[in-house]
């Protein structure tokens, strides 16, 4: 049972790693937008530290369940293997992006999204009454605009 808990821990924080240098990457574009803008008299975007931690928490969650599916088979008595660790760190860096991905084909299921046609139909709907697509933010670049696939 140990083993099992350390391979899952094992894995959440290679996910977490591999988030990490998302994050990284995200902060560098973040930072050069933010420069640009201010430099063009645009508004400039706050930094959201709960993205971040949510961000993280979402590599850490893929890498454990990255772990369970491709790490667990391994002997317990053995060191993980290199290619081994290196695929958990992917699963980490790219968990959000497919996790959004689920949740935006599910979300498109369950809730239609209402459209500015929408109104020819009902010309009495206000634009409160009209439900906006479901989408997450691009956790590497921790903008308020939707992900871009």
Do not use: C, H, W
């Amino acid at each position: 049972m140990l083993t099992i808990i350390n391979t899952v821990i094992a894995g959440g924080l290679l996910g977490a790693l591999g988030q990490g240098v998302r994050i990284a990457v995200g902060l560098k574009k973040f930072n050069e937008e933010n420069t640009a803008n201010a430099s063009s008299n645009k508004p400039v975007e706050e930094f959201s530290i709960s993205r971040m931690v949510i961000s993280i928490f979402i590599g850490f969650v893929a890498g454990a369940l990255g772990m369970i599916v491709k790490g667990y088979g391994q002997e317990p008595d053995k060191d993980l293997k290199t290619e081994t660790i290196i695929t958990i760190i992917a699963i980490g860096y790219s968990g959000a992006d497919f996790i959004e991905g689920v949740f935006n084909t599910y979300i498109k299921k369950v809730i239609p999204v209402v459209s500015a046609n929408d109104s020819a139909v009902n010309p009495s709907a206000s634009a409160s009454d009209k439900e906006l697509p479901l989408t997450l933010p691009d956790e590497a670049n921790f903008s308020n605009n939707p992900a871009q696939g």
